[in-house]
């Protein structure tokens, strides 16, 4: 998703994003100016301290500085 379609997204649209290098599938919960709050539906990240794969939960977010 690039900057003009998030810009163009809703509160509650389903969205894909790109985030520790791996595409999610997530929500919009709230759009602030500058930030995008997107809860997190299914996914696994590496941490960069232990190299552990850490899956998501339902009530992970990640803030998309635009």
Do not use: C, H
């Amino acid at each position: 998703m690039n900057l003009r379609q998030m810009l163009q997204t809703q509160v509650g649209e389903n969205v894909e994003v790109y985030f520790m290098n791996e595409v999610l599938e997530g929500k919009i919960l709230a759009t602030r100016p500058s930030v995008f709050e997107i809860e997190i539906s299914g996914g696994t990240y590496t941490s960069p301290f232990t190299r552990a794969n850490i899956p998501y939960d339902a009530l992970s977010y990640v803030r998309v500085l635009v």
